[in-house]
Every structure is written in structure tokens, then in C-alpha cells.
């Protein structure tokens, strides 16, 4: 049953995604951006600990983990852990260079 939690529930991410870009016309990295938030606020709330024991290995790798990543790195930091606040500079560097050369690539649906 663990394969098929790994399987629903990250899809059922994606589809909600997919309808957010069909409908809104929303730019992909805008998307992805709010994926990663949507990941931190659920870290926050304690859902993405949940949906990891339903789900396993399938919502680790969905871009909502990168947002639970930050917010664990966010934690670590206020914590006074060095190593972490260098992972957590390098994660954001990371995704608002890719993000923004997302944005140069990609034109948004008119």
C-alpha cells in the first residue's frame, strides 16, 4: 500500500498544479515558487511529517520537499547550526537562479 500512497499522493500535487496552470495562466516559475512555500507552510503545520509516513520515498522527491527543507534549515539556523545556515543560502541561491532563468526562458500563456 506504501507504493501506492508514493504514487497518489505526489500526483495528486501535480494534478492541483496542472489545473492552477490551465485555469489561471499562472508563469511556471511562479508556480514553482508557490510550491516551494506550499511545502514550507505544511512543514510548518506538521503535514509534510504526515504525508511523508503515508507516502514515503514519493513526496520526498516532489518540489513541495524543497520548501520542508527550508523550513528545517530555517529551524537549524535559529538554532545556531553553521553548516546549516550555508545549506540553507545555497538551497535559496539555487532556486531563485533557477527560477529566474525559468522566467527569461519561459513565456507565460497569453
Known sequence: MVFVYAFLFPALFAVIAQAVLEKTKVPVPVLLKGSVILGAVLAFFGVMDKLNGLAGFGMITHITALGEAVYSGVLAA?????????????????????????????????
Do not use: E, Y
Request: net charge positive.
Open 78 to 110: 535559529l538554532k545556531g547550526d553553521p553548516a546549516a545556515i550555508t545549506v540553507l543560502l545555497g538551497i535559496i541561491v539555487t532556486v531563485l537562479a533557477a527560477s529566474g532563468l525559468f522566467g527569461l526562458i519561459v513565456k507565460p500563456k497569453k
